[in-house]
């Protein structure tokens, strides 16, 4: 049907990746179902604890509908989230959409400012490796980069924190983020955050793009360039680069997903209210609809995520742009 | 010099030390007498309640999945909110008596069956609607249904009737109980317009801090409510609460200012930070213990004589040495201690006896298969060492324990009250009775070292209803002697509750019903 269309091969290749895309993730919400049906204990007994009598038991069981059989409960679930209803929290009673709304706004906050501040320079510090390579600089990049990412960042948190929250004041050590704070106030709450992550991130994505560009620096075409006299610099940044960006893109992306998904451990120590305590809150809880909630917008954000670098290794690589 | 004597003048206001001997201090150290008058005026001073200022509490123990309703509330952060927001019919003082709140007085017919409590007039919910005996009735109502989840269901049993007329709201038992006004002091009875029945997590109550930001798992503010009908409370114009679950989080936010008390403070850094500048370690001797629990009706534990070498096994004093680091008292197996009314200090303490134990395992003809002990993080701080040391004193007697480690993920519903032998962790009660009625009454849900004796459900039942306090005692404590000779409670250590504040809060008296003045800091202290 859809060569009858006559679509160009680049639409093709880009429907049937969203369409994947979709498949992925219907079958990571069945997984997360599974996951959460595994967990020893129920949201019953998780909400009530230590003090919870058998009869206060069997009431909040019954009010949950958690005798109903699992596939029933997640093919309801599937059907509202389907139409935006992401259901109340078990736990608490609230809209899930009001609160998950504000926690991925904060988690998207926090990644943002650290790409901005992590991927610009990642790439910049990869550039300068090229270019003086095995040399002074080359080696004192990669040696700082890869003693940050070596480090787990709870100990660059604490460092960061005993040093320039406690010891000099200079920055909060609470980065607790609120609606009524104005932009300049949110920033300098999140610089020491944003910091570790930076940290965190910086040597996987400066060291592909080392990798990836050295890669380029062999071919034939860049010894034409610096023989017709470019500077070492143009040369890499003009013809090598261009040629690299697909890897680049893919680790960039695929670090980018890791400040959205994977921060908790950063959130806890800053006490940032992001969405991975929010996470880790409810599964304690047993509390399932929030769970599978977050864990679809996860699960979407990688997805989605992996699309884009995808689609921008076929964007930039001739090859798939114009195949034969 | 000068933290010396900032020290020794609050040691006078407090009464801890007359004023001639603060002068003589303080000459010694070099002050001049004009100086050190000056210095005990401030001090002094700090002591009057002052109005204003935002406070911040960093607490650990909340989470986003935390509700407003009281009901529901069951972890430090939410206790603290609710102490905030909403008032109980009386209180546990400090010195374990009440103090009455929202009821002006009480008083009880001469069986002990029949309770009335006068409402006080005048107080006002947030939505400014007056609060009646009505409200009260329908707020007891709601934690006593059946169908309800509140935290409370476990006390609010045993009613046979309640009503409210006028200012009056009273309640029929169907036994008689001395101690029911303590049951109205749970922290989940606080009075709701209407009971609560309609939104029971919107937040409307008649404390002295209305909620402003409701945000679970993150933060939580107030303003002071000013129509509030004590002066005495609420001296602050704004509160904020802070959730830091993150121990070394919250330290460093207390220490660099961010936050003005924190809670749930680590034994092991305890003495370093009462040693930090600006900051004071409140230590509250409390009703917190950490037990390891033997189900009495399931083999080997149905043996008294293994029990009892068990018991003698364990060497609490090396306990509260290294897992409480000091911060704590040993325990005797039983579950009060001597901040109960009514508790009997004379019952000998157990001692760690090698000897004893040896001679009580023989006894038992156990066969010498291990005895397996089930552990998690969870179950105390230092829970999964505690066993540890357990496991090798025990050794020396020739008891073959062996710890099973369990995740702390779903500990509460899979191993604690199911596995015959675990550690786990009780908060005290504030009376007697509720402890023993908790979980040592035959019938009790949370009876988890299924302790089965007619004998203690009667004496428990006769003391409940005794009027006269010499009886009660003596009642408890044959009690006692039956739970530490013959119960399944290895009970090494109760814990202390360890806060933390800045010096910039003053009028802390700590409460040994709970942590944080029995959740109270914020209501009850001002900016010094």
């Known amino acids: 049907m859809l060569d009858g269309l006559r679509l160009h091969p680049v639409v093709k290749l880009v429907a049937q990746r969203i369409a994947l895309g979709i498949l992925l993730l219907l079958a990571a919400s069945v997984m997360i179902f599974l996951g959460t049906l595994v967990l020893p204990g129920d949201v019953a007994q998780a909400i009530l604890g230590q003090s919870a009598?058998?009869?206060?038991?069997?009431?909040?069981r019954e009010q949950m509908g958690l005798n109903d059989p699992a596939w029933q409960r997640y093919l309801h679930w599937l059907y509202a989230a389907l139409h935006g209803d992401l259901g109340t929290s078990l736990s608490n009673g609230r809209d899930i959409a009001t609160q998950i709304g504000s926690r991925l706004g904060n988690t998207l906050f926090l990644a943002f400012w650290a790409a901005v501040v992590a991927v610009p320079l990642a790439i910049l510090l990869g550039l300068l490796s090229v270019?003086?390579?095995?040399?002074?600089?080359?080696?004192?990049?990669?040696?700082?980069?890869?003693?940050?990412?070596?480090?787990?960042?709870?100990?660059?948190?604490?460092?960061?924190?005993?040093f320039f929250a406690v010891r000099l004041g200079w920055f909060t050590s609470v980065a607790t983020i609120y609606d009524s704070m104005d932009l300049w106030d949110?920033?300098?709450?999140?610089?020491?955050?944003?910091?570790?992550?930076?940290?965190?991130?910086?040597?996987?994505?400066?060291?592909?793009?080392?990798?990836?560009?050295?890669n380029v620096m062999q071919a034939a075409y860049i010894e034409t360039a610096e023989l017709k006299g470019l500077t070492q610099f143009t040369v890499i940044f003009r013809h090598a680069l261009p040629n690299a960006i697909a890897p680049i893109v893919n680790v960039v992306v695929l670090n980018l997903a890791y400040l959205v998904v994977g921060v908790v451990v950063v959130e806890v120590i800053f006490v940032y209210p992001g969405m991975g305590q929010y996470l880790v809150d409810h599964v304690a809880k047993r509390d399932v609809p929030v769970v599978q909630a977050c864990g679809l917008i996860f699960a979407a954000v990688y997805i989605g995520l992996n699309?884009?670098?995808?689609?921008?290794?076929?964007?930039?690589?001739?090859?798939?742009r114009h195949p034969k | 010099m000068s933290k010396e004597l900032e020290y020794f003048s609050k040691k006078v206001v407090k009464g801890l030390m007359d004023r001639r001997a603060f002068m003589g201090r303080a000459a010694a150290l070099g002050a001049s007498a004009a100086m050190a008058n000056t210095l005990l005026a401030d001090a002094a001073n700090a002591q009057t309640p002052k109005k204003g200022g935002h406070v911040k509490l960093g607490l650990g123990g909340g989470e986003s999945s935390n509700s407003l309703d009281p009901a529901l509330t069951l972890s430090q952060a939410p206790y603290n909110v609710i102490a905030h927001i909403g008032d109980q019919l009386v209180e546990?003082?400090?010195e374990g008596g009440l103090d009455n709140r929202l009821a002006e007085e009480f008083s009880s017919s001469p069986d002990a069956k029949v309770w009335s409590f006068k409402i006080r007039k005048g107080v006002l919910f947030h939505d400014g609607k007056p609060l009646t005996s009505d409200d009260v009735l329908k707020t007891m109502q709601r934690h006593s249904d059946e169908n309800a989840t509140s935290g409370a269901l476990g006390i609010m049993q045993g009613i046979e009737s309640m009503r409210a007329e006028g200012d009056l709201f009273e309640i029929t038992l169907t036994d008689p109980n001395a101690d029911l006004p303590y049951l109205m002091a749970d922290r989940h009875l606080r009075i709701q317009p209407g009971g609560g029945f309609d939104d029971p997590g919107n937040g409307i109550m008649s404390g002295p801090y209305r909620i402003v930001v409701d945000e679970p798992g993150v933060r939580h503010t107030f303003e002071r409510f000013e129509d509030y009908w004590d002066d005495s409370r609420g001296h602050f114009d704004t509160s904020e609460i802070l959730i830091i679950n993150d121990a070394t989080a919250r330290m460093s936010a207390l220490q660099s200012g961010q936050v003005h008390f924190a809670n749930l403070i680590e034994p092991k850094i305890a003495?370093?930070?009462?040693?930090?500048?600006?900051?004071?370690?409140?230590?509250?001797?409390?009703?917190?213990?950490?037990?390891?629990?033997?189900?009495?009706?399931?083999?080997?534990?149905?043996?008294?004589?293994?029990?009892?070498?068990?018991?003698?096994?364990?060497?609490?004093?090396?306990?509260?040495?290294?897992?409480l680091r000091g911060y704590g008292t040993v325990g005797n197996d039983i579950p009060v201690n001597a901040s109960y009314p009514f508790f009997d200090e004379s019952i000998p303490q157990r001692e760690f006896d090698l000897d004893k134990a040896a001679e009580h395992y023989r006894k038992s003809g156990h066969d010498g298969s291990p005895i397996v002990l089930r552990v998690a993080d969870v179950a105390f701080p230092g829970a999964v060492d505690a066993a540890q040391l357990f496991q090798q004193t025990a050794q020396k007697a020739?008891?073959?324990?062996?710890?099973k480690r369990e995740p702390g993920d779903g500990y509460w519903s899979e191993v604690w009250n199911k596995q015959p032998f675990c550690a786990s962790y009780w908060g005290g009660r504030p009376t007697q009775d509720q402890m023993y009625a908790t979980a040592y009454l035959s019938t009790a849900d949370w009876n988890d070292t299924r302790f089965k004796s007619e004998k203690f459900d009667d004496l428990l039942m006769q003391a409940r209803a005794e009027l006269d306090p010499d009886k009660r005692k003596a009642l408890y404590s044959e009690m006692s002697y039956m739970v530490r000779d013959e119960g399944g409670l290895i009970m090494p250590?109760?814990?202390?509750?360890?806060?933390?504040?800045?010096d910039a809060i003053a009028g802390w008296v700590s409460n040994p019903n709970g942590d944080m003045m029995n959740d109270m800091a914020a209501v009850k202290c001002w900016m010094a």
């Open chain 1, 307 to 320: 699309l884009i670098a995808d689609l921008v290794s076929i964007v930039t690589n001739p090859r798939l």
């Open chain 2, 271 to 323: 003495d370093l930070l009462s040693r930090a500048p600006g900051v004071a370690l409140e230590r509250t001797q409390g009703r917190g213990q950490n037990v390891f629990i033997m189900h009495v009706d399931t083999a080997p534990f149905d043996n008294n004589d293994l029990r009892l070498a068990l018991k003698y096994a364990i060497n609490r004093e090396e306990m509260v040495e290294k897992i």
């Open chain 2, 398 to 403: 020739g008891i073959p324990l062996e710890i």
């Open chain 1, 131 to 162: 270019r003086y390579r095995n040399r002074w600089p080359d080696k004192l990049i990669s040696t700082l980069s890869l003693a940050s990412i070596s480090l787990p960042e709870f100990f660059i948190g604490y460092v960061l924190i005993y």
């Open chain 1, 53 to 60: 009598t058998p009869v206060a038991l069997a009431n909040l």
């Open chain 1, 186 to 214: 949110k920033l300098s709450a999140i610089v020491l955050p944003v910091t570790v992550l930076t940290m965190v991130i910086l040597a996987h994505m400066m060291r592909m793009t080392r990798a990836a560009i050295l």
């Open chain 2, 493 to 502: 250590m109760f814990n202390d509750f360890l806060d933390a504040r800045t």
């Open chain 2, 92 to 94: 546990v003082n400090s």
